[in-house]
């Protein structure tokens, strides 16, 4: 598996001092944000040509969800999702990172037809099929990300994208964290192993992972070294106050799969 973080989490001023910084410290990967992506992307291009470190996935940050009750929204939201899915083509990315909506339901309730749930799964289902279809011409994966549910109503665990997943093709975003902060079985990677394109790793407290985490943390990347994932593990999580948090995380992400390796 490849080490990637995102890009926000490296506490340098410039573009150039994050990927010079992820080079020397054992990383292989950068996530991108997507907003403002597009306004930047030629020197994102150049640093990344002259680098050994490539891009691994980009953050969709929509302006508006794309299960918006406004279809104006949802319009913007979706050529947006597009957009990321070309830049990712143009980058070489592995795949779009999204997540459906954030927070509580803006679709009402319309029972006996419909209940909430059911009408924003049936749109996404919807929406989902033309973007994936478009996304595979481009080689990108579009990743579904479930998150916990204190972060949203919807999709906040793998099974419940993986339903997503066998009706559109969409891929799946397995973040640790979350996985644990669900209570999720390790199995929830097994039944899911064919959907998963990217991983995102952090502790329990969405801080970088530290020894004393690895007890918890070991069982799911040996899991996903079980299944035979051999993409990135990228960590997702707050900024570390000493940026050599980074560096000590990377060579124990490296000493852990040399071990499990074995």
């Known amino acids: 598996m490849k080490l990637a973080c995102g890009e926000t989490i490296i506490p340098k001023d410039t573009f150039k001092e994050k990927i010079q910084f ?10 991108l944000v997507g907003a403002g992506l597009k306004e930047r992307l030629e020197e994102v291009e150049d640093m990344i040509s002259k680098s050994k470190i490539k891009v691994g996935a980009i953050y969709s940050r929509l302006q508006y969800p794309i299960l918006s009750s406004d279809i104006k929204k949802r319009e913007i939201a979706i050529e947006q999702l597009k957009e990321r899915i070309e830049l990712a083509h143009k980058l070489k990315a592995i795949g ?18 419909m209940d909430t749930t059911e009408l924003e799964k049936n749109l996404l289902i919807a929406i989902l099929k033309d ?14 990300e479930p998150v916990n549910r204190k972060e949203t109503h ?41 959907h998963i394109g990217y991983v995102h790793i952090a502790n329990r407290l969405r801080e970088i992972p530290k020894e004393e985490d690895l007890e918890y943390i070991r069982p799911w990347i040996e899991t996903l070294t079980d299944i035979g994932y051999d993409g990135y593990i990228s960590l997702e999580c ?10 000590r995380f990377s060579e124990m992400f490296r000493n852990l799969s040399r071990i499990i390796e074995v």
Request: proline share 8%; with cysteine.
């Open 22 to 31: 992820l080079e020397s410290a054992g990383y292989e990967g950068i996530d």
């Open 96 to 113: 779009v990172i999204f997540v459906p909506i954030f927070g509580q339901p803006e679709i009402p309730d319309l029972r006996p037809f």
């Open 131 to 144: 973007i994936v279809s478009i996304a595979k011409e481009s080689g990108v994966k579009l990743l579904l």
């Open 154 to 194: 919807l999709i906040t665990n793998l099974i419940q994208g993986l339903e997503i997943a066998e009706k559109t093709g969409v891929n799946l975003l397995a973040d640790i964290y979350h996985l644990i902060i669900e209570e999720q079985p390790l199995e929830t990677i097994i039944k899911c192993k064919d």
């Open 238 to 247: 707050t900024p570390p106050e000493d940026i050599k948090d980074l560096t």
